[in-house]
Every structure is written in structure tokens, then in C-alpha cells.
């Protein structure tokens, strides 16, 4: 079974606040996402990343970045947190065939105060 | 960039019926195409998926067809049970990346 975990199921923090949001997943996936999951916009990727050290850009990456320093771990970072993100945080992982299957973690809940 | 828009938002259904799901794609170099079913406070799960050398998929009480030349694929649920109310989000791809739609909730009254 693919597990694919993530730091926190709910997180608060402050306006202006730097966000660390960590994924892990065991199943030694080539490929790691970051999703954010909003009502009436689906999923939207935010960055993915192909390999240890490497990250491309989704559809919105403003006021975020991420950080692959090992294979089962991909971080998403808040630089600056703003009202306007907070959201349901999904993280997601895949095989390096493409494309196939995402297994996605259970979500970190963010609210921005 | 691709695209993926999906009908209807939401869909409610008597327990036993059957379901349709429609998304249309932007992408003709689009070639794989899975849906996945979120539960209230659950993680978005994979239920089936497509790809585009074939025009149908069954997997019991689910099918998904796909239109290549319409651009267009669609999931089909049928004998509903309370246990398929979800929200359903279908999605397109050439690559790693996925694309989705905006989601369908699907509830399914006894």
C-alpha cells in the first residue's frame, strides 16, 4: 500500500508568518506534487517535482516554494503567509512512468489569521 | 495550456439510478485520463482511469467512455448506493502533470 503522509491535518498561523507544509511518501516515487484544493476550483497544482533537488512550476506558484533535498520528502514553504492562503493543502506522488496514478496524502487544512 | 472543464456541479440521484459525469479537454496530445472520488474528509482516491487507446473502461458498477475526437469523457455510475455520495473530480494529462476539472458532488438520497 502507497502512504503518503503530511505533517499536519490542521494548521493555524499569522499573516506574515513563514509555513512549512512536509510530505513523505515510502513508496520510492520519482514524482511529487503540491496541490491546493479550494470549493469550485478543483485541484490546483501549485509545484511538482521530478527528482531529488529539481521542482518546475505549476499553475500558481506565487508566494510559494518548495524544497526536495531527499526523494521521500518534498516541503512546501510559505514564504510570507497571506489571508488569501488559506486553504485545504494536498500533497500527491506518482511512479516516474508517465502518466499514471497519484496517490494523494490525507491534506493539511491551513487558516491564515 | 490544457484545460478541463466538468458537469454538472453537482447531481443528486435516487438510490439505484444511474449517473453521468461530463468533462471536455482542451489538449488533443492529451492521453490519459483518471478520476478520482474524495469522501467527506478524505483524500482524493483513484477509482478508474483511461487511456487514449481505448474508447471504454468498466470496473463493476463503473465505466468511463472517452471521445477522442470530441474531446470529451464521461463517467458512468450505475445502481447508485449512499456509499458512492462524493465528490468526483475528473482529470486529463500527456505528462506527469494532471490537469482537473472543478469537481461534480454527487449525492445519492435512499
Known amino acids: 500500500d502507497v502512504k503518503v503522509t503530511q505533517s499536519s491535518r490542521y494548521l493555524v498561523k499569522r499573516t506574515g508568518e513563514k509555513v512549512f507544509l512536509e510530505c513523505v511518501q515510502d513508496?520510492?516515487?520519482?514524482?511529487m506534487f503540491w496541490y491546493r484544493q479550494d470549493p469550485g476550483l478543483g485541484l490546483r497544482l501549485i509545484y511538482f517535482s521530478y527528482d531529488v533537488k529539481m521542482k518546475e512550476k505549476g499553475d500558481i506558484p506565487e508566494g510559494y516554494s518548495v524544497s526536495r533535498e531527499k526523494k521521500e520528502r518534498f516541503s512546501l514553504i510559505l514564504e510570507s503567509a497571506s489571508t488569501n492562503q488559506t486553504s485545504m493543502y494536498l500533497c500527491a506522488s506518482s511512479p516516474s512512468a508517465s502518466p499514471d496514478t497519484q496517490y494523494f496524502g490525507p491534506g493539511t487544512r491551513l487558516t491564515v489569521l | 495550456g490544457e484545460n478541463v472543464e466538468q458537469h454538472p456541479s453537482t447531481l443528486s440521484v435516487q438510490e439505484g439510478d444511474s449517473a453521468v459525469i461530463k468533462c471536455t479537454y482542451s489538449d488533443s496530445a492529451s492521453n490519459y485520463f483518471p478520476w478520482y472520488k474524495q469522501e467527506l474528509g478524505k483524500r482524493p482516491q483513484l477509482i478508474i482511469d483511461?487511456?487514449?487507446?481505448?474508447g471504454e473502461k468498466k470496473d463493476q458498477r463503473i465505466a468511463v467512455t472517452l471521445n477522442k475526437t470530441a474531446k470529451h469523457f464521461s463517467l458512468h455510475i450505475t445502481e447508485t448506493q449512499p456509499e458512492d455520495s462524493a465528490v468526483y473530480f475528473c482529470?486529463?494529462?500527456?505528462?506527469?502533470?494532471?490537469?482537473f476539472g472543478t469537481g461534480t458532488r454527487l449525492q445519492v438520497f435512499p
Open positions: 482529470a486529463a494529462s500527456r505528462t506527469d502533470k494532471l490537469i
Open positions: 513508496m520510492d516515487h520519482e514524482n
Open positions: 483511461i487511456r487514449s487507446n481505448v
